[in-house]
């Protein structure tokens, strides 16, 4: 099949970069090595079958350096549009051309990221989720995949939009939504306990309920009016 892989539609990869410390996970192992194989960007583009694919590498500023090499300069390769349209493969050990592909990468810290690498990027920054953000990413997302993972789905079982605004507010500080899955996914299973050892109702969890599943609130609110004057006085 001569196919031109052009030809195929854009597809979507994502890979995960944190803790990776061999630079052979990038480049590949040479073909001398037992058990040698392509790295994670050939091999993936293999996978999909298309030489344009949309990679997004999650986690860069977490990458780690020891004898195995450094992946970061590795990365360079990849991610440089004045080097990736001959991108050697060591396993292939012929020039590849990775300029069709695009690569989104993400971050939780740019300090961690080397500079060298960090001057091929375009930085887009994101502000953290508002609070009517996280109530939307729970009511679509968290809410349904964490009763689906419990064994909820059928039950009756909802929390409310109180329930939502309490964690948030009392039992997670963060910018995104990970705690707050977790904490959601505290209570569904406790109430998986009771459902398991016969108890037959509606759970409804509201705002008052939280304390119930989870204790005593973490946090306190940092709510402050618009103008009011903090000060000490002694």
């Given at each position: 099949?001569?196919?031109d ?11 995960l ?11 590949g192992h040479r073909?001398?090595?037992i058990g040698?194989?392509?790295g994670?960007?050939i091999m993936e583009?293999?996978?999909q079958?298309?030489?344009n694919p ?7 500023d ?7 090499g450094?992946?970061a300069?590795a ?19 012929l020039?590849f051309d ?12 740019l300090?961690?990221?080397?500079p ?5 990027m ?15 990413i ?5 809410i ?9 789905t059928?039950?009756k ?7 939502v605004?309490?964690?948030?507010r009392?039992?997670v500080?963060e910018a ?11 209570i ?9 050892s016969?108890?037959k ?5 509201k705002?008052?309920?939280?304390q ?9 609110s940092?709510?402050?009016r618009?103008?009011k004057e ?5």
């Amino acid at each position: 099949d001569h196919r031109d892989l052009h030809s195929f539609p854009t597809r979507r990869s994502s890979d995960l970069l944190g803790g990776i410390h061999d630079e052979a996970e990038i480049r590949g192992h040479r073909r001398t090595y037992i058990g040698a194989m392509p790295g994670k960007v050939i091999m993936e583009i293999k996978r999909q079958g298309t030489a344009n694919p949309v990679f997004m590498l999650d986690e860069i500023d977490k990458l780690g350096r020891d004898f195995r090499g450094d992946p970061a300069s590795a990365l360079l390769e990849v991610l440089d549009p004045e080097q990736n349209n001959s991108f050697v493969d060591n396993y292939l050990n012929l020039p590849f051309d990775l300029s069709e592909v695009m690569f989104i990468t993400t971050a939780n810290s740019l300090e961690t990221i080397p500079p060298p690498l960090r001057d091929r990027m375009e930085i887009i920054e994101f502000s953290s989720y508002l609070e009517n953000d996280k109530i939307q990413i729970a009511k679509n997302y968290l809410i349904p995949r964490e009763l689906d993972d419990n064994g909820l789905t059928g039950q009756k079982v909802s929390i409310q939009k109180s329930a939502v605004q309490e964690l948030i507010r009392y039992y997670v500080r963060e910018a995104g939504v990970r705690n707050l899955q977790r904490r959601i996914g505290s209570i569904f299973r406790k109430i998986a306990k009771e459902v398991a050892s016969g108890e037959k109702k509606v759970w409804e969890i509201k705002g008052s309920d939280v304390q119930k599943y989870l204790g005593t609130r973490k946090y306190r609110s940092e709510e402050r009016r618009v103008g009011k004057e903090c000060r000490s006085r002694w």
